[in-house]
């Protein structure tokens, strides 16, 4: 099946860690998002790619960094320097490049500091 | 930039009731407005999407109605059923602008009561 499978579905970091969420995609779109999800929020982004080794900050990109060296992949670092790093990450992909594009979310990656 | 409000943040609805669910938008160059369903666990789903050409758009029991003067849109779910009980996202972007301005409002608990 066609789609976009994220890894782990829980994560755990601790205090001073760098954690890498997983994202890919065999849909073959062009372009890969992270969102950000906390409880009676919206959906936050914080980074996308249009295009293979290129990427862009959204709104929230302090303390996150991303690649995105093959089209099917897009994984994001959660470094030690975001300081409230417990929310829902969200993956998602669309077959263009414009903001009018459907966008196919994956199943969502849990992330809890102990 | 663009801020998207939505409301109620929460409903309960019977089953076989009506459900609206309500956003406004800041932007008048957006012209671009989709609806998410995101179920328990679950990455967001498109549901229905409306252009700024149109003023409605129906799809089976879900319809989106699109005031470009007022700068609001809404979600019609008829004849609703306990499967529908989800977080909906409204959200608003320009179509073909960059990818980053597709903004999220804070989404819709609807709980149908069988």
């Known amino acids: 099946d066609g789609g976009i499978t994220q890894s782990p579905k829980y994560l755990f970091r601790k205090e001073g860690q760098n954690v890498t969420l997983s994202c890919e995609q065999n849909?073959?779109?062009?372009?890969m998002y992270w969102y950000r999800q906390d409880p009676g929020q919206g959906l936050r982004l914080i980074y996308y790619?249009?295009?293979?080794?290129?990427?862009q900050k959204g709104d929230i990109a302090e303390g996150y960094s991303v690649s995105r060296e093959k089209k099917e992949s897009f994984p994001l670092t959660v470094t030690s320097a975001q300081k409230n790093p417990t929310a829902f990450y969200l993956c998602?992909?669309?077959?263009?490049?414009?903001?009018?594009?459907?966008?196919?979310f994956g199943s969502g990656t849990q992330l809890s500091v102990l | 930039g663009e801020n998207v409000e939505q409301h109620p943040s929460t409903l309960s609805v019977q089953e076989g009731d009506s459900a609206v669910i309500k956003c406004t938008y800041s932007d008048s160059a957006s012209n671009y407005f989709p609806w998410y369903k995101q179920e328990l666990g679950k990455g967001p789903q498109l549901i229905i999407d409306?252009?700024?050409?149109?003023g409605e758009k129906k799809d089976q029991r879900i319809a989106v109605t699109l005031n470009k003067t007022a700068k609001h849109f809404s979600l019609h779910i008829t004849e609703t059923q306990p499967e529908d009980s989800a977080v909906y996202f409204c959200a608003a972007s320009i179509s073909g602008g960059s990818q980053g301005n597709l903004i999220f409002g804070k989404g819709t608990k609807l709980s149908v009561k069988p």
């Open positions: 998602a992909s669309s077959l263009g490049q414009g903001a009018g594009e459907k966008l196919f």
């Open positions: 409306i252009r700024s050409n149109v």
């Open positions: 790619s249009q295009i293979v080794n290129d990427f």
């Open positions: 849909l073959n779109h062009d372009a």
